[in-house]
T-cell receptor, first 112, second 115 residues
């Protein structure tokens, strides 16, 4: 079982719709969870971080965490073509040392 | 915000030569930095954890004698790919964070092509 799993996609949504991205992780001791966006040929940029159960909203983005189910998700409201990218879920699998492990990424395409 | 600078952005080298990549934290001190490698259409794979003043910790399957890491100061970590071969061609990215309550910031990456 992979430590962090995502659906690879591609996920295609029309402009203005809600895009839903999902991620599961295997280490129950994980404490920190991150969503990154990566455009082709570029390095990842941080979108959201979440540390406790529940929802965290930042503009059009909402991260949801359920530690009991070992599940974290990202919702993008009012999707724009500029949101088209690969979204990477990352989990800090150890409290000390801070190793960040990535899922395989979900490719999102927002159609005008 | 936290800024991590990485150089060079791209490099082309001949097979058998060595290449050094630098990663600097510009506005914070980083006792720990992380080095990742990304092949086309794949996710980031953690190669090693760079520790200031001590030896790096390598992930399983990563050759420590081939990928030399030096973290000589609180703001600089270097990755040297020794005796590079075409299969080492990849996108190398470093990462660090200002503290445990912060997200991880990534450098802009180095695209290495070995010919």
């Amino acid at each position: 079982q992979k430590e962090v799993e995502q659906n690879s996609g591609p996920l295609s949504v029309p402009e203005g719709a809600i895009a839903s991205l999902n991620c599961t992780y295997s280490d129950r001791g994980s404490q920190s969870f991150f969503w990154y966006r990566q455009y082709s040929g570029k390095s990842p940029e941080l979108i959201m971080s979440i540390y406790s159960n529940g929802d965290k909203e930042d503009g059009r983005f909402t991260a949801q965490l359920n530690k009991a189910s070992q599940y974290v998700s990202l919702l993008i409201r009012d999707s724009q073509p500029s949101d088209s990218a690969t979204y990477l879920c990352a989990v800090n699998i150890s409290p000390r040392g801070g190793k960040l492990i990535f899922g395989q990424g979900t490719e999102l395409s927002v159609k005008p | 915000g936290a800024v991590v600078s990485q150089h060079p952005s791209w490099v082309i080298c001949k097979s058998g030569t060595s290449v050094k990549i630098e990663c600097r934290s510009l506005d914070f001190q980083a006792t720990t930095m992380f080095w990742y490698r990304q092949f086309p259409k794949q996710s980031l794979m953690l190669m090693a954890t760079s520790n200031e003043g001590s030896k790096a910790t390598y992930e399983q399957g990563v050759e420590k004698d081939k990928f030399l890491i030096n973290h000589a100061s609180l703001t600089l970590s270097t990755l040297t790919v020794t005796s590079a071969h075409p299969e080492d061609s990849s996108f190398y990215i470093c990462s660090a964070r200002p503290g445990r309550d912060y997200g991880y910031t990534f450098g802009s990456g180095t695209r290495l092509t070995v010919v």
